[in-house]
C-alpha cells in the first residue's frame, strides 16, 4: 500500500535560517504528492503540490521536486520566518485513489 | 478560498455516552467529505468517506457502527462517536472535496478534540 516517510521534529531554527523537511514515499503507479501546513489552531492547509516526476511545486517561497528515482519530496525554503511556525504534512495521492496518504507531520519553531 | 468549520473545537464526554461531530463546508458544495482520525505525534489516518444522500464507506478496521457518519447535505457531514470510550478520545479532522468538474482539492476543518473520562 501507499505510505510516506517524513522526517520527524521537531525542528527549532533561527528566523532567515534554511529549512530542509524530508519526505519520502512509496506507492503503486504514479502518485501526486503534496505538503500541506496546519498552523496553530487552525485546519490543514494545502502549501503547495506536484503531480508528476520532475515538478517543481513552489508557494509563499517554500519549493518541493517530485523526484521520482529517489522517491522524494523534500520541503526547502531559503529563509524561514516566525510566521513559518507550524505543523508541516507530506502526503500523497495514488492514481486512481483520491485518498490522500499522511506522513506523520514535522513541526516547525522558528525563532527571532 | 474555501473554508470548513468543525463543531465543536473541543468536548469532554463520560464514558458510554455520545457524542456528535459536525463538519460543514462554509462557502461551496461538497458531494464528497472525508473523516480522519489523528493521534499524538501521529499522522492523519482516514477513518471514512462520506457521499451526500449515500452510506459511509469506511477504511478498514473503523467500526461503523460504533463512529455513525451522516451526510444529509451538501454542506454538512456529522460523526457520532456512539458508547464512547477513552480509547476513543484523540483529535478527529474533517475535510471536504471539491465537486466533480473542479480541482478535487480537500479542504481541512481545524479539528475537534475529543476527550473520554
Known amino acids: 500500500g501507499n505510505s510516506v516517510t517524513q522526517m520527524e521534529g521537531p525542528v527549532t531554527l533561527s528566523e532567515e535560517a534554511f529549512l530542509t523537511i524530508n519526505c519520502t514515499y512509496t506507492a503503486t503507479g504514479y502518485p501526486s504528492l503534496f505538503w500541506y501546513v496546519q498552523y496553530p489552531g487552525e485546519g490543514l492547509q494545502l502549501l503547495l503540490k506536484a503531480t508528476k516526476a520532475d515538478d517543481k511545486g513552489s508557494n509563499k517561497g517554500f519549493e518541493a521536486t517530485y523526484r521520482k528515482e529517489t522517491t522524494s519530496f523534500h520541503l526547502e525554503k531559503g529563509s524561514v520566518q516566525v510566521s513559518d511556525s507550524a505543523v508541516y504534512f507530506c502526503a500523497l495521492k495514488g492514481g486512481s485513489n483520491y485518498k490522500l496518504t499522511f506522513g506523520k507531520g514535522t513541526l516547525l519553531t522558528v525563532n527571532p | 478560498g474555501a473554508v470548513v468549520s468543525q463543531h465543536p473545537s473541543w468536548v469532554i464526554c463520560k464514558s458510554g455516552t455520545s457524542v456528535k461531530i459536525e463538519c460543514r463546508s462554509l462557502d461551496f458544495q461538497a458531494t464528497t467529505m472525508f473523516w480522519y482520525r489523528q493521534f499524538p505525534k501521529q499522522s492523519l489516518m482516514l477513518m471514512a468517506t462520506s457521499n451526500e444522500g449515500s452510506k459511509a464507506t469506511y477504511e478498514q478496521g473503523v467500526e461503523k457502527d460504533k463512529f455513525l457518519i451522516n451526510h444529509a447535505s451538501l454542506t454538512l457531514s456529522t460523526l457520532t462517536v456512539t458508547s464512547a470510550h477513552p480509547e476513543d478520545s484523540s483529535f478527529y479532522i474533517c475535510?471536504?472535496?471539491?465537486?466533480?468538474?473542479?480541482?478535487?482539492?480537500?479542504?481541512f476543518g481545524p479539528g475537534t478534540r475529543l476527550t473520554v473520562t
Open positions: 475535510s471536504a472535496r471539491d465537486p466533480p468538474g473542479s480541482s478535487y482539492e480537500q479542504y
